[in-house]
Nanobody, 117 residues
């Protein structure tokens, strides 16, 4: 099993930056792709960015050019650097990891990001 703990959320003004972290523990040697999702009030959870074990990345169109996903397998951490934040980025951000040959998904508890206008 894998445990994921997010941190780094908070309140920021529009145009500002935040860096989210996701610390993994447990059976980390079998973690494959990782991703950030977010869920705004009254909306469905949506994919923000993904990063493969080899480091390949993909982003939602709404965050391309503003957010950067990265991972450091040496200390089992994934990051999301968020720049030029907009009020519509306000959401709970969740970390997800796919584990093992069956790519079983694990979720963190989420961290709140609030962007004021």
């Amino acid at each position: 099993q894998v445990q994921l703990v997010e941190s780094g959320g908070g309140l920021v003004q529009a145009g500002g930056s935040l860096r989210l972290s996701c610390a993994a523990s447990g059976s980390i040697f079998s973690i494959n792709a990782m991703a950030w999702y977010r869920q705004a009030p009254g909306k469905q959870r949506e994919l923000v960015a993904t990063i493969s074990r080899s480091g390949s990345t993909n982003y939602a169109d709404s965050v391309k050019g503003r957010f950067t996903i990265s991972r450091n397998d040496a200390d089992d951490t994934m990051f999301l650097q968020m720049n030029s934040l907009k009020p519509e980025d306000t959401a709970v951000y969740y970390c997800r990891a796919e584990h093992g040959v069956l790519n079983v998904g694990y979720w963190g508890q989420g961290t709140q990001v609030t962007v004021s206008s």
